[in-house]
């Protein structure tokens, strides 16, 4: 529950107490731990330990270091997301230098529909810290769990989204690295929107391999990713391929033990058929094929030729 009187909010930091934003009953804040949350010893409901970091005070955690707050200085402003790394972690440095890229990368991004972008960050009360718009919605993991599999031009709609973000960030001389469910967001528009941007890498590091580390296994990464041999947009193709398939099945393309497969014969051969595929309109299942090829230069290589051919299996499915 969001408390949006900043002045008492203020006024009870400043008097070191706290106040249960349910039945409103005020307590000390000794021995409470900061971003912890506790019960409510009056009204038995649980409630964050919010504090303050730079100028937004952070009231809900809305997942992993990610707490919904809201500004002294912009009262009459929207909620915001401060997301937040102790300064004193020693083991955080991955996890820090991520924070600063998607701080980076957030900055450049604030024109598009399609992606989160940065508003601020900085190092405040213990805490590294960068702040993105809250976006109104469901992450699209949440979103296929409740509604199940999506209808085909549903589906092919929140990819042309996604596409898009996609096309955006490489315009900028940049891939986005990190496509997975959990990192897209459905507003309450319609629109999917990527965020988490942690992991964009200019192009040209990304088609590095020296850079990036072993070991890394998701069933949304480009088999090149997961072989440690550089990246380009047919990863990111890729990716949106495996997501598109999600999309519309409600499952992932591979098993467990198949992807575990793949990765031991270093993804020689020939791909696992999957018999959702055969559930697809013909010109659908042609695309998702050519966009999960294991070898990278079979793939389409450019996000134009990706949009193009799902505008026209849309007008395809318009004319039936």
Request: charged letters at 20%; one cysteine or more.
């Amino acid at each position: 529950m969001l408390n949006d009187n900043i002045a008492e909010l203020v006024q009870n930091l400043t008097d070191g107490q706290i106040a249960c934003p349910h039945c409103h009953t005020l307590f000390s804040r000794n021995g409470l731990t900061p971003l912890s949350t506790i019960t409510c010893p009056t009204c038995g409901k649980t409630f964050l330990v919010g504090i303050q970091v730079g100028k937004y005070y952070l009231q809900e955690c809305l997942g992993e270091r990610n707490y919904l707050a809201l500004s002294q200085e912009e009262r009459e402003a929207l909620p915001v997301v401060v997301k937040v790394i102790p300064t004193d972690g020693k083991d955080n440095l991955e996890d820090i230098k991520a924070l600063w890229t998607e701080a980076q990368m957030g900055g450049l991004l604030n024109d598009t529909d399609f992606i989160a972008g940065c508003l601020d960050h900085g190092v405040s009360n213990g805490y590294y810290y960068i702040v993105r718009p809250y976006i109104e919605g469901e992450h699209l993991d949440k979103f296929v769990a409740r509604q199940g599999k999506l209808a085909v031009p549903n589906a092919i709609t929140l990819a042309l989204h996604i596409l898009a973000g996609l096309q955006h960030l490489y315009r900028l001389g940049f891939l986005y690295r990190n496509l997975c469910p959990e990192n897209v967001v459905v507003n309450q528009f319609g629109y999917a929107v990527l965020h988490d941007l942690g992991q964009c890498r200019p192009l040209t590091e990304a088609s590095d391999p020296e850079l990036f580390p072993t070991g890394i296994v998701a069933s949304y990464y480009a088999p090149e990713r997961l072989l440690n041999q550089g990246e380009t947009i047919a990863s990111e193709i890729y990716s949106l391929g495996m997501l598109l398939f999600y999309m519309l099945t409600g499952t992932h393309y591979y098993t467990e033990s198949e992807l575990a497969d793949l990765i031991e014969r270093r993804f020689k051969g020939t791909r696992p058929a999957n018999p959702h595929l055969a559930d697809l309109p013909a010109s659908l299942a042609i695309l998702l094929d050519s966009m999960l090829r294991l070898n990278r230069a079979e793939r389409p290589q450019v996000c134009t030729e990706v949009a193009d051919s799902f505008k026209a299996i849309l007008t395809e499915l318009e004319d039936e």
